[in-house]
């Protein structure tokens, strides 16, 4: 059973970069579209962007100057990366998968605060 | 503001049957059958419970089902439960800007 497991700093300062990282347990990355969205408070889901194969990416138009969305095979990590925050990117963030047309699997999400 | 609608709360007794909506646009799922909703409780990973408009995915119980009418998806859910409060979010691919939207998502209450 594949689990993911979101991990990255809870607070971070404006202006500066925003890393977090999603181990996947108990699956491989190979052949999944893996997917990045968010929360923010109060209001609804926000799709981020995805990574295929370690080599195919798509983004959120709105995001696509400030963020990488990037894996790592040897230890089964994907990562997202985030320039320039603002306090309109604190949310609650969310790694998943998908399986073609439907997210099938999902992490519990972490919570980031940009906030100085 | 979400690129789906759906209404914020929605409320039933347990044995009820309560619906919600999601209203999106001709670009997303009044043209492509790939609406997923999916459910979410406190503290926990949100789970898929309806894929491709209406397709139950393994385990999940019969009493979820969905369906679509021009641009407007719905779930059903029947024979309410007290474990079937949470947070449910529905989800479109669509031909303009990101493939994939979201809607503000639905609290339900099982009074």
């Known amino acids: 059973q594949v689990q993911l497991q979101e991990s990255g700093p809870g607070l971070v300062k404006p202006s500066e970069t925003l890393s977090l990282t999603c181990t996947v347990s108990g699956g491989s990355l190979n052949d999944y579209y893996w997917t990045w969205i968010r929360r923010p408070p109060g209001k609804g889901l926000e799709w981020i962007g995805f990574v295929y194969d370690s080599e195919t990416t798509s983004y959120n138009p709105s995001l696509q100057s400030r963020v990488t969305i990037s894996t790592d095979t040897s230890k089964n990590k994907v990562s997202l990366t985030l320039t320039s925050v603002t306090a309109a990117d604190t949310a609650v963030y969310y790694c998943a998968r998908r399986e073609i047309t439907h997210l099938d699997v999902w992490g519990k999400g972490t919570t980031v605060i940009v906030s100085s | 503001q979400s690129a789906l609608t759906q209404p914020a709360s929605v409320s039933g007794s347990p044995g009820q049957s309560i619906t919600i909506s999601c209203t999106g646009t001709n670009s997303d799922i009044g043209t492509y059958n790939y609406v997923s909703w999916y459910q979410q409780h406190p503290g926990e990973a949100p789970k898929v419970i309806i894929f491709n408009v209406n397709n139950r995915p393994s385990g999940v119980s019969k009493r979820f089902s969905g369906s679509k009418s021009g641009n407007t998806a719905s779930l059903t859910i029947s024979g309410l439960q007290a474990e079937d409060e949470g947070d449910f979010y529905c989800?479109?691919?669509?031909?303009?800007?990101?493939?994939?939207?979201f809607g503000g998502g639905t609290k339900l209450t099982v009074l």
């Open positions: 989800s479109s691919y669509t031909s303009t800007g990101t493939p994939w939207v």
